[in-house]
């Protein structure tokens, strides 16, 4: 039996447990597919009727299909050249340093395999983890070498620490000014600085002397990305980081087209780049807009840094840190791009026809950037700009509110609530604030559709992982963090699939499974609709297939 096109499915999957994520998720069994899209879903016998003598049948044996699972902020082309360039400073339940001297160590067998002079690269240090409590310091790192410049990287990516010799070579003095929107770390005796670089304006004084990595690192670091992607079930993803003033450059989006163009990566893409990239010269001169590509990849917004990180100390809050900053019980953190820049670059942004991402993490810079949108929308009205917070962690419910009326959608990292939970609650924000971190449960009455995230490197990149965090809101230390924000799993499977979709503006395409849209699947061993709730995260990937095509296979 032929379908209404008048040709036969290339494949008619049957007998399966397939969540469409389409609106009232009907009960079906089978799915076929035709080229790249979705021609019949319906039940096994139904389906089976439409298979021609080439069609292949996949008999699913009960296996639980679902949309191809959506990464909606990460930094994978930045993940893939760290993971075979960098040395893991990560840890635990993620690592294994546990402390100063066995981070040392770490850089120490580094040393052994890198020539006299060359940089040693280091990421994902947590200084909360860490036995002595503390960052290390350039002090530290000399005791690693004073020959090789080293340069190491806190999880959040938020703050750097570096040795002597680097911070000679960048120029960075007790007479050096503090960078606008970041801070160099100086002993307060002395004046000295001691290493520790805060947000980019300070990071990139020295991170932009590191060695330019070749096009090749970064296509052989796309294709290590994809391949741990892809064990975990992503089908598409959004890199939230490319192009960066002071760390990225044009060669990223190269490396992307590239590696598509070559058949490495088979991912769905979409780039969030640097606003001050995608506006050109003077902010005068846009040049691509939001959107721009095809379905393998393509624009998405323009990415704006509002504030910094938490759990390092930079995020802008509205009230004082719970555990005072260095003594200073009327911290709050400070804006890295502050409103008085903030407001014209949205303006700028948003009047080009961009959308918008901005990193907000605490409920003092989500008011700025809600505000710079409002000023934006009321200058230039626009319907649908679907202007994106990003992390959006301390969101206030007078905000959400407020995002409910413009229309901004947030993408949470609600993993925040597993890895960094208990040090929130007892250290960041203390328990009436930790509770409510990541409320899913308020966005979600009041309509607002969100995405959830790794944010990989950041964390292990797992979209389940993150759908079992929504749902449970458990830290690492058994405790559930207001309970009364948790999500059933359909609700958290949406910031993974057709939420994440609708984010991009392809939810036309991609996000359920529905005839004419893409044949993008992530077949799973068992159901998450089903399974005892804390079992979400280890639900075994069995295939990915993108367009039709089988494109991973567990082993």
């Given at each position: 039996m032929e379908d209404k096109n008048g040709l036969f499915p290339d494949v008619v999957s049957l007998n399966g447990q397939i969540i469409t994520m389409n609106e009232g998720n009907p009960k079906i069994q089978a799915v076929a597919t035709l080229g790249d899209r979705i021609v019949a879903v319906g039940s096994s016998e139904s389906i089976k009727k439409l298979a021609g003598p080439k069609t292949k049948i996949v008999n699913l044996e009960g296996k639980t299909l679902v949309p191809g699972l959506n990464e909606p902020h990460n930094h994978f082309g930045m993940y893939g050249v760290l993971a075979r360039c960098s040395v893991n400073l990560q840890s635990p339940p993620v690592g294994y340093i546990k402390n100063m001297n066995e981070l040392m160590?770490?850089?120490?067998?580094?040393?052994?395999?890198?020539?006299?002079?060359?940089?040693i690269y280091g990421r994902g240090y947590d200084d909360t983890l860490l036995a002595e409590k503390r960052h290390p310091t350039r002090y530290d790192l000399d005791k690693v070498s004073i020959e090789h410049p080293i340069l190491i990287v806190h999880v959040s990516g938020h703050l750097s620490v570096a040795n002597t010799r680097a911070l000679e070579m960048a120029g960075i003095t007790k007479d050096t000014p503090q960078p606008p929107g970041g801070v160099i770390r100086k002993d307060p005796q002395t004046g000295d600085p001691d290493g520790v670089l805060e947000e980019m304006p300070a990071q990139s004084l020295v991170a932009r002397l590191l060695p330019p990595i070749s096009m090749e690192k970064r296509i052989e670091g796309m294709a290590t990305a994809a391949e741990q992607y892809l064990k975990v079930g992503v089908a598409?993803?959004?890199?939230?980081?490319?192009?960066?003033?002071?760390?990225?450059?044009?060669?990223?989006i190269v490396a992307y087209q590239k590696a598509v163009h070559e058949g490495i990566l088979h991912l769905r893409m979409t780039m969030m780049i640097g606003v001050h990239f995608l506006l050109g010269p003077e902010g005068k001169s846009p040049s691509f807009l939001t959107g721009f590509g095809n379905d393998r990849l393509k624009i998405g917004p323009a990415k704006i840094i509002v504030d910094g990180s938490i759990q390092g100390y930079t995020g802008w809050l509205g009230k004082p840190y719970y555990i005072p900053f260095k003594g200073d019980k009327d911290f709050r953190g400070y804006p890295v791009t502050p409103p008085e820049f903030l407001n014209p670059l949205v303006m700028a942004a948003h009047k080009a026809g961009f959308q918008i991402a901005a990193h907000?993490?605490?409920?003092?810079?989500?008011?700025?950037?809600?505000?710079?949108y409002l000023l934006a929308q009321k200058e230039y009205p626009r319907p649908d700009a679907r202007h994106r917070i990003e992390h959006c962690q301390t969101v206030r419910e007078d905000q959400l509110d407020t995002m409910a009326e413009l229309g901004v959608t947030p993408s949470f990292f609600v993993s925040h609530t597993f890895y960094w939970g208990d040090r929130h609650n007892a250290i960041f924000l203390g328990p009436e604030r930790a509770r409510r971190i990541s409320p899913l449960k308020s966005a979600l009455k009041r309509g607002i559709k969100f995405s959830i995230h790794s944010d990989c490197p950041v964390t292990p990149v797992s979209p389940l992982f993150c759908v079992f965090a929504a749902v449970n809101r458990v830290t690492t230390g058994?405790?559930?963090?207001?309970?009364?924000?948790?999500?059933?799993?359909?609700?958290?499977?949406?910031?993974?699939?057709?939420?994440?979709?609708?984010?991009?503006?392809?939810?036309?395409?991609?996000?359920?499974?529905?005839?004419?849209?893409?044949?993008?699947?992530t077949i799973l061993a068992e159901n998450p609709l089903e399974v005892p709730p804390e079992r979400i995260r280890d639900i075994k990937v069995m295939e990915v297939?993108?367009?039709?095509k089988s494109i991973y296979k567990a082993k």
């Open positions: 160590e770490a850089l120490r067998d580094s040393i052994n395999k890198t020539l006299k002079g060359q940089w598409s993803c959004s890199d939230a980081g490319v192009n960066f003033p002071g760390i990225g450059s044009p060669a990223e907000g993490n605490g409920d003092a810079a989500i008011d700025a950037i809600l505000e710079a058994g405790e559930v963090l207001g309970p009364e924000y948790c999500l059933t799993p359909e609700e958290a499977l949406r910031g993974v699939t057709n939420y994440a979709a609708w984010q991009t503006f392809d939810e036309k395409i991609k996000g359920s499974i529905e005839v004419g849209k893409l044949a993008d699947f297939i993108i367009g039709g």
